[in-house]
């Protein structure tokens, strides 16, 4: 069974192919643990084996085309290779304005989900349903709509902040590449 510290250990001490083969297995067992894969690529790079690694964040972009972390990843083996050029296309081009307005977007989601339980509070059903197991659970649903919405929106505040450093980070190496490139 995968141990991240028992890893981290062989890492430290340089016993790199065990490391690799140790998320090799893993990977085998768990063929959607791209964790383990992004894992492996930095080992390969660490060991100087900038092709082997720059495959491996091939296989990462093409089966998570969105993430990021990967096409900056491949990017920095690029630059280890001497290949700039190349590196500086890989740099994804996001801007703080994307990841706003995925956020605006889930955000009036939310703002749905929280109205339509405050809504469902206000709403006298009393009447209808009268003071029954039935009300209990329509009860039990408005608090989980008006509670998943508050626990949902710290969890998008979290998400936003993190893509805005991920951006901010990517967006220094590629205006230092440009600069070396003269661009």
């Not at 995925?102 to 703002?111: E, K, P, R, V």
């Amino acid at each position: 069974m995968y141990n991240k510290s028992e890893v981290d250990k062989l890492i430290s001490s340089s016993n790199y192919q065990e490391a690799i083969d140790i998320y090799n297995r893993e990977f085998a067992q768990n063929p959607k643990g791209y964790l383990y894969l992004s894992e492996k690529a930095k080992i390969l790079e660490l060991m100087g084996k900038y092709p082997e690694a720059e495959a491996v964040c091939d296989k990462l972009i093409q089966e998570n085309p969105k993430i990021n972390c990967y096409k900056e990843m491949k990017a920095d083996i690029m630059q280890k290779m001497g290949r700039l050029d190349e590196a500086l296309a890989h740099y994804p081009k996001a801007t703080v304005w994307k990841a706003l307005a995925s956020f605006i977007g889930f955000l009036i989601l939310d703002a749905t989900l929280f109205i339509a339980g405050i809504y469902m509070f206000g709403f006298n059903i009393t009447p209808f349903i009268g003071n029954s197991l039935l009300y209990q659970v329509y009860m039990f649903i408005a608090v989980v709509l008006v509670l998943g919405a508050i626990v949902n929106l710290f969890i998008l505040l979290s998400d936003i902040i993190s893509n805005i450093k991920t951006i901010n980070r990517i967006g220094k190496k590629r205006k230092e590449l440009m600069n070396r490139l003269g661009k």
